[in-house]
Structures are given as C-alpha cells and as structure tokens.
C-alpha cells in the first residue's frame, strides 16, 4: 500500500495567514494526488485533484503543487471558513489511500 | 444536480452483518461514474472500502475484502454495502461517493459525497 504522511498534524494560523500544509507519497504517484476539506460533522469536500487543479466551485486562495512523493496544499491567506481538517489522497494505485489530516485551528 | 444519501441501522451488534445503501438522486447509477464507499471512524482519518461501476469492474481494499460485498440496484438507483463479522473496529461514519470523471477509465478523485452514516457496533 502506498503510506501517505501529512505534516504538521495540526496548524495553528490567524486569519490573513499563508498557510501550507506537507503530504508525502512513500512511494511515486506521479500527480494523482487530491486534497480535502473536512468540518466536523460533515462528508470531505473536495478541493484539489490531480495534485494542482482547483475542484469546480472551490475558492481561488487554494492551491496545490507537487509530483511524484511530494506534495503541498497552501491557503494563501486564511479565511474564518477554512478552519477545518485537510486530508491528502492518492489514487495512483489500490488500495486508495489517505493522509492522517492536518488540523488548522485558530490562534 | 446529484445527491446521496446514505441510509442503515446505527446499531449493529459484534459478529453481525453490516447492511448500508446509498439512495441516488439527480443522475442514473447505470449511466457512468464509478460509486464508491469510504468510513471513518470516531476522531480519526478516511479509509476508502470499495467503489465499482455499473456493467464494469468492482474494487476492494484488500484490508476488507474478505468481509464486503457490494451491490447495485438499478431500478431504485441505489447501490449497498455488506460488511460481514464486525467488530468494534468496524464502528464509523460511513460515507457513499461519486467519483469525479464519468468515464471507466484511468484515475480520479471524488467530489460528490452523502452527508455520512454512523455505525455503532456493540452488543
């Protein structure tokens, strides 16, 4: 299976924030790669697919980067909404796999 | 515009069956997409369990194979999941999706998604 690591596990940022969050692929996924957004209570939404294009209705201020085993989500500058959890996917290979999240809370 | 629904017992006692359908509305099961199945359980990260496509292939995670099966019905454009012999571990939010290209082909993210099911497993 291939292990998808997030870093950090949690981020604390202020609203304005340039905000990045680290997924790395153990091994290479060319640019199959999505990342999520999940609140509590609520289904993933999806923001970034194939490792760098924004998902139809997503906001601009994300964006994604990265191939092979390196991966990054930023969120240019923070909004109040985007406190949330972030989870990477890869779906290069079976099983699909994600990341273990980052939590952005409020500082 | 698509939407699911999933639906289920929230209560299901160790060594039982787990039983769970996604009601589709707004597009046919039967027309493209693949249609899958995803878990969580309580504070942690996402598992993905199986997604197929109608008339074509269906995939499994190896990790659960031996215990799920799923199915589609068609004529109540709805698709289900059966997870035999839970356990405590099998205790989560279990979520139904679209996968986000309509072809059969190649690889792709999902971005339609139920709001989540949970399922309790306990006696």
């Known amino acids: 299976d291939v292990q998808m690591t997030q870093s950090p596990s949690t981020l604390s940022a202020s609203v304005g924030d340039r905000v990045t969050i680290t997924c790395r692929a153990s091994?290479?996924?060319?640019?199959?790669l999505a990342w999520y957004q999940q609140k509590p209570g609520k289904a993933p939404d999806l923001l970034i697919y194939k490792a760098s294009l924004l998902e139809s209705g997503a906001p601009s201020r994300f964006s994604g980067s990265g191939s092979g085993t390196e991966f990054t989500l930023t969120i240019s500058s923070l909004q109040p909404d985007d406190f949330a959890s972030y989870y990477c996917?890869?779906?290069?290979?079976?099983?699909?796999?994600f990341g273990g999240g980052t939590k952005v809370e409020i500082k | 515009q698509v939407q699911l629904q999933e639906s289920g017992p929230g209560l299901v006692k160790p060594s039982e069956t787990l039983s769970l359908t996604c009601a589709v509305s707004?597009?046919?099961?039967?027309?493209?997409?693949?249609w899958g199945w995803f878990r969580q359980p309580p504070g942690k990260g996402l598992e993905w369990i199986a997604y197929f496509y109608h008339g074509g292939a269906t995939y499994y995670n190896p990790s659960l194979r031996s215990r799920v099966t799923m199915s589609e019905d068609t004529s109540k454009n709805q698709f289900s999941l059966k997870l035999t012999s839970v356990t405590a571990a099998d205790t989560a939010v279990y979520y139904c999706a679209r996968r986000r290209s309509s072809g059969s082909s190649g690889s792709d993210a999902f971005n339609v998604w139920g709001q989540g099911t949970m399922v309790t497993v306990s006696s």
């Open positions: 707004g597009y046919s099961i039967s027309s493209g997409y693949y």
């Open positions: 091994q290479n996924i060319n640019t199959w």
């Open positions: 996917q890869q779906y290069n290979t079976h099983p699909l796999t």
